[in-house]
Every structure is written in structure tokens, then in C-alpha cells.
Nanobody
Framework: QVRLVESGGGSVQPGGSLRLSCAAS????????LGWFRQGPGKEREGVAS???????TYATSVEGRFSVSKDYAKNTLYLEMNSVVPEDTGMYYC????????????????????WGQGTQVTVSS
């Protein structure tokens, strides 16, 4: 059974940091792709970061150098370390995977992902 449960969201001031966690089933954490996505107020869902089974990472331009994605097989957990946050980082953050081993043209495109968590809210405000 595939399970994804996000946690770690909250309110943070601009320039601050947060670490999001996604507790996954042993099957899900070993998926070919795992991704973090977000949806801000009035915006479409967008890709933030992804990591492949072999550890290759991809970041959205808007977060590169500030966010870091990682995973821990021992804890079956996916992480998103968020640093130097800005108000534009506000949104509901989701982790997701897809139950197929195939190469994605764009690992940050949410459309191929078919397994999603319920999300955790991040609010950046002074």
C-alpha cells in the first residue's frame, strides 16, 4: 500500500527556515521519482523539487540554492529543507510519486504523478 503523509508546515518569517517531512510507505520511498509540489493562493500547482531513486535532484528556478530535497530510507521519509524563505513560498506543499518506472521529460511537471499526500500548509509572513 502506498502512503504519503506530509508534516512540518507552519508560519515562518521571511528569511527563516522550515523542514518539511513526508512519511512514506517502504514501497513509495523507493519509487523512481519523488517530488515536492506547492499550490499558492489563486495559483496552479507547481513543482518545487524532485529526487530520483539514484539521488538525482531537480529544483525549480525560484527555489534553487534555497531549498534542498533528500530522503532517508531507514526512516522511509522524504524531506524538503526550506531556507531563506520569501512570501512567494507560501502555499500548500504536497509530496507525490508515480507508480511507474519511467523517465519523465520534466520531473517537476505534476501531471504524471498519481499518488499524493494530503499536504501541509506553509505561510511566510512578517
Amino acid at each position: 500500500q502506498v502512503r504519503l503523509v506530509e508534516s512540518g508546515g507552519g508560519s515562518v518569517q521571511p528569511g527563516g527556515s522550515l523542514r518539511l517531512s513526508c512519511a512514506a510507505s517502504p514501497y513509495a520511498i523507493r519509487s523512481f521519482y519523488l517530488g515536492w509540489f506547492r499550490q499558492g493562493p489563486g495559483k496552479e500547482r507547481e513543482g518545487v523539487a524532485s529526487i530520483t531513486r539514484d539521488g538525482t535532484t531537480t529544483y525549480a528556478t525560484s527555489v534553487e540554492g534555497r531549498f534542498s530535497v533528500s530522503k532517508d530510507y531507514a526512516k522511509n521519509t522524504l524531506y524538503l529543507e526550506m531556507n531563506s524563505v520569501v512570501p512567494e513560498d507560501t502555499g500548500m506543499y504536497y509530496c507525490a510519486t508515480l507508480n511507474a518506472d519511467r523517465r519523465l521529460r520534466d520531473p517537476l511537471d505534476p501531471r504524471p504523478y498519481n499518488l499524493w499526500g494530503q499536504g501541509t500548509q506553509v505561510t511566510v509572513s512578517s
